[in-house]
């Protein structure tokens, strides 16, 4: 796996029309880390990329409902298995973040990237996932300088009070022992 034009290349690409341009495309210097299970707390549907893509059927569970109108999108999912769904390439705006503010600076969507990891906040994530994940970041601190491993959060350091994800079952330790080693 490389990335070549802003894109992973080995993995699936589910291009979402969810993003816009960066204002400043050479700024990308935070790498934010999300959860999402579609229904909630059920793993291995086919609702997330259905999300990220617009194409979520409200009647197919009653939780669609509140949010099948959501235009949301991440760069990337990592599914629980380790496979890695794109969607966004990283140098255009996914949007992931919502109203959220890093070191002062509102709109993270402007400049940082976006992973899901297919989880909930209170159920462990697999090995997979995180070999995936340092995988990826490995790549993404080699393409883009201005990420850096002191620049890596989640989506509740950024959205406090809003947001909780990845949440206490995320293992940030490990995460930062394996892009160590």
Known sequence: MKIDSHWLTDITRLPSPNFDERSD????????????????????????????????DPDKHPYFRDI?????????????????????????????????????????NDFSIGIELEGTELIEYTEAQYLQLATVIRLLLETYPQLSIGRIIGHSDIAPGRKTDPGSSFNWQKLFNLLNT
Not at 30 to 51: A, K
Not at 70 to 99: C, M, N
């Open 25 to 56: 495309p050479e700024d990308i210097s935070l790498l934010v880390i999300h959860c999402i299970s579609l229904p909630p707390s059920q793993f291995g549907t086919p609702y997330i990329d259905q999300l990220f893509c617009n194409q979520l």
């Open 68 to 108: 099948y109108q959501l235009t949301v999108s991440s760069h990337l999912l990592i599914r629980r298995t380790g496979e890695i769904v794109q969607y966004v390439p990283f140098d255009k705006r996914a949007w992931h973040a919502g109203k959220s503010v890093y070191e002062g600076r509102e709109r993270c």
